[in-house]
């Protein structure tokens, strides 16, 4: 792809409703200097496909969306979600499952929406898609845990509170595993596959003021740190491909298959190549 845009979503996964309103989306844009062209939030799959449409028209650009985007499973876990936790484990990373029984599906109505604009699906077997507006799945986690420009080796505590922790503390720990993770982000500057935080207001605010311990105003800042780190994944996909990323999914898929598409350290991928899928 050439002039590329990295897209990073981190989707809500419910569907918006006059009854029920969507939580907040979280949308980051990248150049591929890894520039922040823009950044915000919105609420419900139509107002994120104007924010997209708004943005991307006729442009090569590669979105990475942190949601479900394709569920053919009756029941229980898709393959690439029970890879995660196979491949992942010992990082303390695992997926949540999502089959057609599921009552969010906001991911697939997002997908539907930008297929009727010209955008595709891809699943990944084949590496990166060489041109157009393509849509595929990620995890933040996986990035985190599966690059070593970030240094983590355990996911950081920033979102789900671990048992051992007493509820008092919750917050406040919560928002210093944050800071440290946006921290670290911020320092992919210099990075091979850079970004920088700093190169637009809304995602400087993350570097700029600490993380808030109220619930509300920390989702807020949490949804669009997750969104700049799917953005970024969609750049290292888009320069190492397989290389330094793996598909999670079922190895004998199609391009339209349900998958994963993760960065991933030696010790994070199968033994065996034929077993990519398993």
């Given at each position: 792809?050439?002039?590329?845009?990295?897209?990073?979503?981190?989707?809500?996964?419910?569907?918006?409703?006059?009854?029920?309103?969507?939580?907040?989306?979280?949308?980051v844009l990248?150049?591929?200097?890894?520039?922040?062209?823009?950044?915000?939030?919105?609420?419900?799959?139509?107002?994120?496909?104007?924010?997209?449409?708004?943005?991307?028209?006729?442009?090569?650009?590669?979105?990475?969306?942190?949601?479900?985007?394709?569920?053919?499973?009756?029941?229980?876990?898709?393959?690439?979600?029970?890879?995660?936790?196979?491949?992942?484990?010992?990082?303390?990373?695992?997926?949540?499952?999502?089959?057609?029984?599921?009552?969010?599906?906001?991911?697939?109505?997002?997908?539907?929406?930008?297929e009727e604009r010209g955008w595709r699906y891809d699943a990944g077997w084949n590496?990166?898609?060489?041109?157009?507006?393509?849509i595929s799945e990620c995890y933040p986690y996986t990035a985190i845990v599966g690059?070593?420009?970030?240094?983590?080796?355990?996911?950081?505590?920033?979102?789900?509170?671990?048992?051992?922790?007493?509820?008092?503390?919750?917050?406040?720990l919560r928002a210093q595993e944050c800071d440290e993770l946006i921290r670290r982000v911020a320092a992919l500057v210099d990075a091979p596959v850079p970004l920088d935080l700093a190169s637009h207001?809304?995602?400087?605010?993350?570097?700029?003021a600490p993380s808030p311990t109220a619930e509300g105003?920390?989702?807020?800042?949490?949804?669009l740190l997750d969104a700049a780190i799917c953005a970024w994944t969609a750049a290292y996909w888009h320069r190492f491909g397989l290389e330094r990323c793996q598909v999670l999914g079922d190895a004998l898929g199609t391009s339209g298959s349900a998958t994963i598409i993760a960065p991933a350290k030696p010790g994070q991928r199968p033994l065996e190549p034929s077993l990519a899928g398993v």
């Open positions: 792809m050439t002039a590329q845009r990295f897209l990073g979503i981190d989707l809500a996964w419910g569907v918006h409703t006059a009854a029920r309103p969507a939580r907040e989306t979280a949308l990248l150049d591929d200097h890894g520039r922040v062209l823009d950044a915000g939030w919105c609420r419900g799959v139509e107002a994120v496909v104007s924010w997209v449409d708004d943005r991307v028209e006729g442009e090569d650009v590669l979105a990475f969306v942190d949601a479900p985007l394709v569920v053919d499973n009756p029941t229980g876990q898709r393959t690439c979600e029970k890879q995660v936790g196979q491949r992942y484990w010992r990082s303390q990373v695992f997926a949540n499952s999502t089959s057609l029984t599921s009552p969010h599906d906001a991911g697939l109505r997002l997908r539907a929406a930008l590496g990166p898609a060489a041109s157009g507006r393509v690059v070593d420009e970030l240094g983590y080796e355990e996911r950081p505590r920033y979102k789900r509170k671990p048992r051992s922790v007493r509820s008092s503390e919750w917050s406040q207001p809304v995602t400087a605010s993350l570097v700029d105003p920390y989702k807020h800042r949490e949804d």
